[in-house]
């Protein structure tokens, strides 16, 4: 009898195809949809977050209240919405701020003169040795807590992390034969800088953004769970997270209803963060 054949080699994708990465899309996907409820939280909670009703307070899930209600009877489902907009808000307005200072301090470190970069990266330094929750507390117990004074500190302390890395891709280029080139045609500074560097800069700094958006959100919900952050009536996921402690004698969904949508935003931008880092850095693809 014959030997039998092998079976045949399944062949293999060309070398353009990408396989599907499973955990950037659940990531992209979810990061749409908080970003969509978000956007339109005054439209499709179902109650007023502010709007007590002690007779029907610490419920289960139900028709009327989706996810039941807190400790004041407020319902549980619009204010997690409503917090998706806050914590959201914070994290946006915080990196927003942080990235265009740090891109600044960042392009003037990596391309101004050696004395200037050293000054400027001796401040950095400085400001990332500070503990970072122990100087957020003194900052809002001198200060107050409020949405502002939350957004300022916590930008105030990311932005070291993004001068760092615009510094240090602005430092890789500015020798390179392209800028050389452009020097040698008479382009002055700015133009370098905003035209021809800041593009090659966009692409590592979105892949950080993404990153540290969990981060924030995260440091947001941990300071208004200790009070000193979004003060109510404003809904906010660490305040509730809190509220659920208090009482989770009396129910524990509280408590897991608050601390799910944290979970959910961390991971979704967490894998949406490492599919960006893979697809714009080849050095870092899976093989």
Do not use: K
């Not at 001068?163 to 020097?183: C, G, H, K, N, Y």
Request: charged share 15%; with cysteine.
């Amino acid at each position: 009898m014959p030997p039998s054949e092998p079976p045949p080699a399944r062949p293999r994708p060309a070398t353009g195809q990408r396989r599907i990465d499973r955990p950037g899309l659940f990531g992209l996907v979810v990061c749409i949809l908080i970003a969509l409820v978000a956007l339109t939280a005054d439209m499709i909670r179902p109650h007023d977050p502010a709007r007590i009703d002690v007779a029907h307070r610490l419920e289960g899930p139900s028709a009327t209240h989706w996810l039941g209600t807190d400790h004041l009877g407020r319902d549980t489902a619009s204010r997690i919405i409503t917090g998706t907009r806050t914590a959201m808000g914070v994290a946006l307005l915080s990196i927003g701020i942080a990235v265009i200072a740090g891109t600044a301090l960042g392009l003037m470190a990596g391309y101004g003169p050696r004395w200037l970069g050293t000054g400027l990266l001796l401040v950095l330094d400085t400001i990332s040795s500070l503990p970072m929750i122990m100087f957020a507390l003194a900052v809002l117990t001198l200060l107050g807590p409020g949405l502002w004074t939350l957004v300022g500190t916590i930008a105030f302390f990311t932005v070291p992390g993004y001068a760092r890395l615009v510094r240090s891709q602005t430092m890789a280029l500015r020798d390179s034969p392209f800028i050389q080139a452009e020097r040698s045609m008479g382009a002055g500074p700015l133009r370098i800088l905003f035209v021809h560097m800041l593009p090659n800069v966009i692409g590592p700094l979105l892949v950080v953004m993404t990153m540290d958006i969990p981060v924030v959100i995260g440091l947001e919900a941990g300071l208004s769970f200790l009070g000193i952050g979004i003060q109510p009536p404003t809904p906010s996921w660490g305040s509730m997270l809190n509220d659920g402690f208090v009482f989770i004698r009396n129910t524990p969904l509280l408590v897991l209803f608050s601390g799910l949508p944290i979970m959910v935003a961390t991971l979704a931008f967490t894998f949406l963060g490492e599919a960006l880092r893979e697809r714009l850095d080849p050095s870092a693809r899976r093989i």
